[in-house]
């Protein structure tokens, strides 16, 4: 199990380059892959794309690699003395001309076109292409990790929140069915006191209590409950993504606790309910950060 945040950092170098990769993942619900490479390197976007596509299932990450020459750095400033010297001799002439003082000082060469340039780290990208797969592949082991660690996490709190769960739903099925007898008791004083007296096989009696009995029953709405848990804890155990299919457990829970809520008309077990629906919510919280 692993979670959606997380860091890597790699690095590849031959003779002559460097490079550096660095990975950020954070949480969101489908795929969003952003890289960031060295203009040089564009054409190496979709291979390395695909590669930590492959890895990850869900979630946004950031994929920022740049290059440096061994020694020289990612960029080196060049000046073009040629024409910094015809600018220079331009500026005489006007001033002899004119008679116009345009003496030229070195820091006005700074605002003349094409004199300065940055000359940026370009590299054939099938040179530099095995640097970084490895570089993208390293910090993908170093994200992943982090990722899994936390995971590990995520995944005792989710296991402590569904012994909870189960926990509440026993208690639930014990109670469920003191239910109709609560209401058979309750029915039987009302005729009482209001001076009725029916005996308790009455016919009409018994068929009032079976209608009631089928209308609060909530074992399939247990046994539906019970199996969606156990799936869940499978899940936690598998070694697939996990994020997905957990997100619509949940749903599938809520609306099994919403329905023993409108059922059963007992306050003991609407109780219950409302504390299973709350541990319920912290745990789509906590998935909503899981791969």
């Given at each position: 199990m692993r979670s959606m945040t997380g860091y890597g950092h790699g690095e590849a170098a031959d003779d002559r380059w460097t490079v550096t990769a660095e990975l950020s993942g954070v949480n969101r619900k489908q795929t969003d892959i952003a890289i960031n490479l060295p203009s040089s390197l564009n054409e190496l976007e979709g291979e390395v794309r695909k590669q930590i596509a492959d890895r990850l299932s869900r979630g946004r990450v950031n994929a920022r690699i740049t290059l440096e020459r061994r020694g020289g750095g990612t960029t080196t400033l060049l000046v073009d003395e040629g024409l910094a010297r015809q600018y220079v001799e331009a500026a005489r002439q006007v001033s002899e001309a004119t008679g116009a003082d345009l003496r030229m000082a070195a820091a006005d060469l700074f605002?003349?076109?094409?004199?300065?340039?940055?000359?940026?780290?370009?590299?054939?990208?099938?040179?530099?292409?095995?640097?970084?797969?490895?570089?993208?592949?390293?910090?993908?082991?170093?994200?992943?990790?982090?990722?899994?660690?936390?995971?590990?996490?995520?995944?005792?709190?989710?296991?402590?929140?569904?012994?909870?769960?189960?926990?509440?739903?026993?208690?639930v099925r014990d109670q469920a069915p003191e239910v109709v007898e609560s209401h058979r008791r309750h029915l039987h004083a009302?005729?009482?006191?209001?001076?009725?007296?029916?005996?308790?096989s009455d016919e009409r009696l018994l068929r009032e209590m079976a209608l009631y009995a089928e209308r609060?029953?909530?074992?399939?709405?247990?046994?539906?409950?019970?199996?969606?848990?156990?799936?869940?804890?499978?899940?936690?155990?598998?070694?697939?993504?996990?994020?997905?299919?957990?997100?619509?457990?949940c749903q599938e829970l809520n609306r099994e606790f919403n329905t023993i809520g409108s059922k059963a008309n007992d306050a003991g077990i609407a109780q219950r309910v409302v504390d299973a629906k709350t541990e319920l919510e912290k745990i789509r919280e906590q998935i909503q950060n899981l791969q």
């Open positions: 605002r003349a076109p094409g004199v300065f340039r940055i000359d940026e780290a370009v590299a054939d990208p099938d040179a530099v292409r095995g640097l970084v797969i490895h570089a993208v592949e390293v910090a993908l082991s170093h994200l992943i990790a982090m990722q899994e660690e936390e995971g590990a996490h995520l995944r005792r709190d989710l296991e402590a929140r569904l012994d909870t769960i189960e926990r509440h739903m026993a208690t009302r005729l009482a006191s209001s001076g009725l007296t029916i005996d308790m609060c029953d909530v074992s399939e709405e247990l046994t539906r409950i019970g199996s969606h848990l156990a799936q869940f804890r499978r899940y936690l155990e598998g070694a697939e993504p996990a994020g997905r299919p957990l997100d619509f457990l």
